[in-house]
């Protein structure tokens, strides 16, 4: 996937903060540690681009093992309940929901080491052949990617994007427009 991570993770997040947060700042909140969590796994690109030189596949850090996201989660809680400080449920969930959404949606194209450390395969939903030069048109001219724009178009209809599209076209812009129109006469 290369762009429809934010638009699922904000997808999942409307639909998770309602239900697990109690007023409308937690479930804010909430929404922000969903759609920073559904890029999370993706912070490894720096270290790929800048410290690796893309000699390791990034699917292959540690950011995209869902074993290093469930162990390291099951210690932050473990911390929480020895320093006898509550856990804050709602924000693990909206981490996990995020994180394991990532590594979901890559498993369609990108494969995700999913039975790691038993078996250090990753699992391939979908294989993208390679057949131009530039690795980025394999996946953008495959069929899969309309997954991701079907993902996107689904975000704007949730965010209320063609309802600001007919304020926009109705509204001010239109009447400024009009009266720009009136004086060209």
């Known amino acids: 996937m290369f762009l429809a ?10 639909r998770l903060a309602p239900r697990l947060a109690p007023d409308a700042a937690r479930a804010r909140r909430l929404m922000a540690v969903c759609l920073a969590a559904s890029v999370l796994p993706d912070i490894d690109l720096l270290y790929f681009y800048l410290g690796d030189g893309r000699q390791t596949l990034h699917h292959d850090y540690w950011t995209h093992i869902p074993a290093f996201w469930l162990l390291s989660t099951g210690a932050a809680v473990a911390l929480f309940r020895i320093a006898r400080v509550p856990v804050p449920w709602p924000a693990v969930a909206g981490l996990l929901a995020g994180v394991f959404l990532h590594l979901a949606l890559d498993t369609l194209t990108g494969g995700i080491a999913w039975l790691y450390p ?4 990753r699992i391939v939903l979908i294989e993208v052949p390679t057949r131009f030069g530039w690795w980025v048109w394999n996946f953008v001219l495959h069929w899969s990617f309309a997954l991701e724009v ?3 178009v689904w975000a704007g209809r949730e965010l209320g994007l063609p309802r600001l599209m007919r304020e926009l076209r109705d509204g001010p ?8 129109g009136r004086r060209r006469d």
């Open 5 to 14: 991570h934010l638009p699922a993770g904000y997808i999942v997040a409307r």
């Open 118 to 121: 038993y078996h250090a395969g």
């Open 150 to 152: 079907a993902i996107l």
């Open 173 to 180: 812009a239109r009447r400024i427009l009009a009266r720009a």
